[in-house]
């Protein structure tokens, strides 16, 4: 006994399609969610002390999204490596904690967005 599917070819088509879209739907809705948790970060950042060089309220960025599907949003090279002493305190500075709050404060939202973002992409 066997079985025969005719339009096999047309199936594997639109399968490849749909991959293609929802690629670029995820892309957008990652690149929208980014946006809203750099626009919260810098809002959270605190104010720094005079000192020279770029403040890690102007210095967020964001990657662009990879083939898996990660994208990131951070501080650049110039000031990445003071945000620890911000977020965790020191001993002369207690915790500040923004990174944290930025993150519980988006986590509804970049999935809402998410959410949405996709729909549209992909057309439900």
């Known amino acids: 006994m066997s079985v025969k599917i ?7 088509s639109n ?5 293609i879209k929802e690629r670029k739907a995820r892309n957008k809705a990652l690149e929208k969610a980014a946006e809203a948790v750099a626009n919260q970060l810098e809002r959270n950042t605190p104010p720094g002390a005079n000192h020279s060089g770029k403040h890690m309220k102007n210095d967020v ?19 990445s ?3 620890h002493f911000v977020e965790m305190g020191t001993i002369k500075q207690p915790p500040q904690g923004f990174v944290q709050q930025t993150e519980d404060q988006m986590k509804r939202r970049v999935l809402d967005i998410i959410r949405s973002e996709l729909k549209k992409g992909v057309g439900l």
């Open 61 to 79: 960025q964001i990657s662009k999204p990879d083939e898996d599907g990660h994208i990131t949003v951070g501080f650049g090279k110039e000031t």
């Open 81 to 83: 490596w003071r945000v």
């Open 6 to 12: 005719k339009g096999l070819q047309a199936i594997e």
């Open 15 to 19: 399968l490849r399609k749909l991959a």
